[in-house]
């Protein structure tokens, strides 16, 4: 039988990626998206063969009427698996950050996640006597590992989402719904330029002007030499579609020296490192 996978978050980056993929490799395919551009993009590029809902993941009302909403416009009542991909980041220092990007940050990437997840776990299986084992899976980050300066909210939402994750995980064994987390490093996907084009000049008065200056051409630099939204969907499809996957997959660039290299050096190392890199010293 054809199995039939929803993506959060498929207007852009590694969520659009992740429906060409599926559909390519012959999956039934919900994407969720926000805007009705959206829609209309993803209905022209699959000549209406995916199934498109319109929907904030920050809606707890919409969200709560996605398996009824599932069910009479598309007749599905199973999931085959859950990606979680719908995300913001908001960037800067966090002394002068509004906190209402705070809050957003934490609405989109984790609550709406958890409520998501929690609305369609029986869709994907986790009821009692079911013989179904769906799949979900986590877009986390490795800011979700380890918090760099000035991604401190980021960060602190997909920590969120580990947790949230391994947790999830073991109390799931009990149906067989496996919940796996990919965890990518930089990749070229829209969402840097949704979180740091706007705030560019928002700290240019405050003492954190260079040092911010220089994490933005940081992470552009990273951007630049990203891995493409489809190494991710790559895992994200083995993660579906594997008889043994991983807990976690962790598509990063240049990997020994942004990922293991990382969690060898002592912390307090890591620190001085970063503060001499971004000017902050006194």
Known sequence: MQKTVLVTGASSGIGLETVRALFTEGYNVVATVRKDVDEDR??????????????????????????????????ITQLDGLVNNAGVANAGPFKYMNFTEVQQTFQVNVLGLMRITQVLLPLLGAVPNSKHEG???????????????????????KFAVEGFSEGLRRELMLFKTKVIVVAPGSIK???????????????QETEYDESFQLFIQMARNEEQNGLHPSDVSRDILHALSSETPKLRYSPVPRKIRNYYLTKLIPVSWMDTLTAKMLKLVP
């Open 42 to 75: 993803l209905n022209q590029l699959y000549n209406k063969k995916i199934h498109i809902v319109k929907m904030d993941v920050t809606d707890e009302a919409a969200i709560a009427e996605l398996p009824q909403v599932l069910k009479k416009r598309f007749n």
């Open 135 to 157: 799949r979900i899976i986590n877009i986390s980050s490795v800011s979700g590992e380890g918090a760099m300066p000035f991604l401190s909210i980021y960060s602190a939402s």
């Open 189 to 203: 996907t829209p969402i840097w330029d949704k979180g740091f084009h706007s705030i560019r000049q928002r700290y």
